[in-house]
């Protein structure tokens, strides 16, 4: 939509109304029932021209259409919306930008998208979502014993110091948000232990980095790490880092992971920009799961070994499994593309192997050779029924 301003106030508010776009039609009349109440005699269509001139600055465009729906209560941006096709966008509904053309043909890759320069300005043409920071209330805290608090402290501890050792303290801050933030959303597991080892114990798909890639084994600094504590320690006593609100994920600016652009862009603090859900996910009363108050032992030698394999080059898919483990994935390089080949077990049942595979089949092949379907029996036709032939309709031929 091309920008346009407001013509000067002395112009009557029925011709400056005319000379805005018909996107905003719809949307001034609403906001000129709320933008009225005046005893002044004049017609409330000139106090409406008013009033969105205050708003908006006198610009006309997606910025000032975003500041004048800012100011319509629900009821007047649905009728809005109603009767205004230029305002059903599908990210005022929450919806993923260009989902109209997504298709569930394939799955996510496990590519982290770009990263270095490329993903710098990726990361800074995307804009803040309008509106998208919402408070966070104060994690409550109750373990169930000191131990629990212990293991709790310290896992909060780990996640900001392996991830934001050196980012001031309101991104240490934000980071210890997120971590608690998942604690109270029923997405994630309802400790504080739960949600930074999640997925920790797969070989793919740990939610934070440090816990898979060995970061464990190497001892920690500590002054960094004191540091660290006592943001882990402030959070849990209820500290709120009110510029990341209800974010629940993040990632540094150096990376543009593919996930980004489905949330909602909160703001950037430090090295690390901040998302939260779209949608009612996103808003304060969704994080309603109680902390169970019970941490999990981590088995910290276990995880401190990497589990996310450095990728090699390889010809082909056959040589890179050549002498893997069974069930084992490996990142590899084939042409120049870096993929994830292997079987991936699930739910911790074992992979048939290829002689297993033969076994079955030839077992099928016997079963089949035996098993000779009966010929149907027809039944006469009852009296005053002719009987017809029947078509089969894309049957195979040969």
Known sequence: ??????????????????????????????????????????????????????TTGGDLGPQGMAAVMARLDA????????????????????????????TLGGKP????????????LLNAAMPVALGALRPAQPYVFRPASAADRQRALRCLTQAVYYEAALEPDEGQAGV???VLNR???????????????????RTTGCQFSFTCDGSLARGPVRWAWERAERAAARALNGHVATRVGT??????????????????????VGAHIFYRWKGAAGETAAFVDR?????????????ARPRVLLATVADSVEEALAGAAPNQLRTVEINGQTRVVGIASLGGRRQADKEEIAAINERLKAYEATSTPTAAVTAPPPAGVTPMAVEEVGKPQG
């Not at 000379?19 to 000139?46: E, F, H, K, Y």
């Not at 029923?186 to 997925?199: A, E, K, L």
């Not at 902390?291 to 995880?303: K, L, N, Q, V």
């Open 176 to 178: 210890a948000q997120v």
């Open 1 to 54: 939509m091309p920008h346009r301003r407001l013509p000067p106030l002395r112009i009557t508010g029925r011709r400056a109304l005319a000379a805005a776009p018909a996107a905003l039609a719809v949307t001034l009349a609403a906001m000129g029932v709320a933008m009225s109440a005046s005893s002044s005699p004049r017609p409330d269509i000139d106090r409406t021209v008013e009033a969105v001139a205050r």
């Open 109 to 120: 890759s496990l590519d982290q998208g770009a990263s270095g320069l490329a993903a710098q």
């Open 247 to 268: 974010a629940t994920h993040y990632h540094a600016d150096y990376v543009h992971p593919w996930w980004s652009p489905t949330l909602a862009k909160i703001t950037q």
């Open 291 to 303: 902390p169970s108050g019970h941490e999990p032992s981590i088995d910290e030698a276990r995880f």
């Open 183 to 201: 604690v109270r959303d029923p997405n994630y597991p309802d400790s504080v232990c739960g949600v930074v080892y999640q997925g920790a114990e």
């Open 75 to 102: 009821a007047q941006l649905a009728t809005a919306r109603r009767h205004d096709p230029a305002l059903n966008l599908p990210e005022l509904y929450g919806l993923t930008p260009g989902w109209e053309s997504l």
